[in-house]
């Protein structure tokens, strides 16, 4: 009777696990965020991005999802150049809350251990902070806010290729290579228009929450 008994409650236990479809978790990542600018002589250099967050997975059926984070998200660019005969750099470092929503589509099959997978999806950013810093000749010569020189809000895509890894009891490893394209033209006043982009590698653990239709 006792072994019957604990057979049943495992039983009731896997299926449970296997039934929700709901997964919540912490993501963290790191990359390269530079600035589009058209109709510039600039040369955009290297720029290290980084975010942290959250993220929540919906499994709507075995091969699709959907998922949504909210994340703290550190962008923005460098652009060097050279003006009258001396070299100039800014560096642009921007500050947004960013809520990325993906659908996703997994490969191969619920039961098993790595799901490889792709997503696509609009992603909007709200500025909260960062410093503009302006140097001539290796030399800083000024600074400013980058809220006043950029606009509070961006918004754009974000495509990933990555794989799932089965860490059991239903938790997840998620990795990606996401990258990101924005639409809006950020810079305040007149110029040339300056769009995000930013690419990197972002790593997180999803626990099950529960089930929902």
Known sequence: MKTITTAL???????????QNLSFGPTAGFGHTWLAAKNTTYDNKFFPGFNAGVKLV??????????????FSGEGG??????AGSPV?????????????????FFGKLGDAV?????????????VGGDT???????????????DVFDGFDAGI??????????????????DVTY?????????????????????????????IGTAK
Not at 187 to 197: E, H, K, L, Q, V
Request: charged residues 15%; proline residues 5%.
């Open 9 to 19: 409650v495992l039983f009731m236990t896997i299926s449970a696990a296997q039934a």
């Open 58 to 71: 919906y499994s709507v059926v075995p091969n699709w999802g959907l998922s949504a984070d909210v994340k």
């Open 78 to 83: 460098k652009i060097a150049g050279d003006v």
């Open 89 to 105: 750099e800014t560096s642009y470092r921007a500050h947004y809350i960013r809520v990325p929503v993906q659908a996703i589509y």
């Open 115 to 127: 799901r490889p997978k792709v997503s696509l999806g609009p992603s909007v950013g709200f500025l």
């Open 133 to 147: 810093k302006y140097e001539v000749n290796g030399t800083q010569t000024n600074s400013a806010k980058t809220s």
């Open 158 to 175: 974000n495509g990933a290729v990555g794989a799932n890894f089965r860490l059991g009891g239903g938790k997840w490893l998620n990795t």
């Open 180 to 208: 990101y394209h924005g639409f809006n033209n950020i810079i305040d006043g007149s110029g040339p228009a300056i769009r995000n982009r930013n690419l990197g590698i972002n790593i997180g653990v999803t626990f099950p």
